[in-house]
T-cell receptor, first 109, second 115 residues
């Protein structure tokens, strides 16, 4: 079973700061997805990365997929209180989906 | 589009009773649905994979006789927690997809509290 490690586990920052969260694997990802989950709701897909070295941007969020496809990062620029939530990375392969432990982000106004 | 509805959104039941949670794909046909369990401040743990018309595949450590999954149609899967105990209290989430390796769409979850 592939393990997905996310770091940091918790992150509390002030509004306007930048941050990066990481997702690492013991083996190669076939594809990797990032989700954001708010309390009491289901996860919402932010992005899917497939190609090694791929970079995708979603407004203030930048997603990178490592060249070797064993790691990924999510960078948020000028964080806002609305970015608060649980960020999950997940691998989806052959109808099997595994989530990382998540990074719980709190952005204080 | 691609809306998944879970019902109920929260439920409180007494120990020993059974609770049924529904997961519906409202505007697409879901060949596969997944059921997850999430404890407070933790990630989602896959419980089982449900394919329409066939028996669900349960993850290791998940009791299939306790967590009954039925996927009788392309738009509905149900999870029944039988003989519920307080330790079954958790947040249960379903997701659905139209086909193999297609995007997953998540429901909003059901918070179960067993007293």
């Amino acid at each position: 079973t592939q393990l997905l490690e996310q770091s940091p586990q918790f992150l509390s920052i002030q509004e306007g700061e930048n941050l990066t969260v990481y997702c690492n694997s013991s083996s190669v990802f076939s594809s990797l997805q990032w989700y954001r989950q708010e309390p009491g709701e289901g996860p919402v897909l932010l992005v899917t990365v497939v190609t090694g070295g791929e970079v995708k941007k979603l407004k203030r969020l930048t997603f990178q997929f490592g060249d070797a496809r064993k790691d990924s990062s999510l960078h948020i620029t000028a964080a806002q209180p609305g970015d608060t939530g649980l960020y999950l990375c997940a691998e989806y392969n052959n109808n099997d989906m595994r989530f990382g432990a998540g990074t719980r982000l709190t952005v204080k106004p | 589009g691609a809306v998944v509805s879970q019902h109920p959104s929260w439920v409180i039941c007494k120990s020993g009773t059974s609770v049924k949670i529904e997961c519906r794909s409202l505007d697409f046909q879901a060949t596969t649905m997944f059921w997850y369990r999430q404890f407070p401040k933790q990630s989602l743990m896959l419980m089982a994979t449900s394919n329409e018309g066939s028996k669900a595949t349960y993850e290791q450590g998940v009791e299939k006789d306790k967590f009954l999954i039925n996927h009788a149609s392309l738009t509905l899967s149900t999870l029944t927690v039988t003989s519920a105990h307080p330790e079954d209290s958790s947040f249960y989430i379903c997701s659905a997809q139209t086909g193999y390796n297609s995007p997953l769409h998540f429901g909003n979850g059901t918070r179960l509290t067993v007293t």
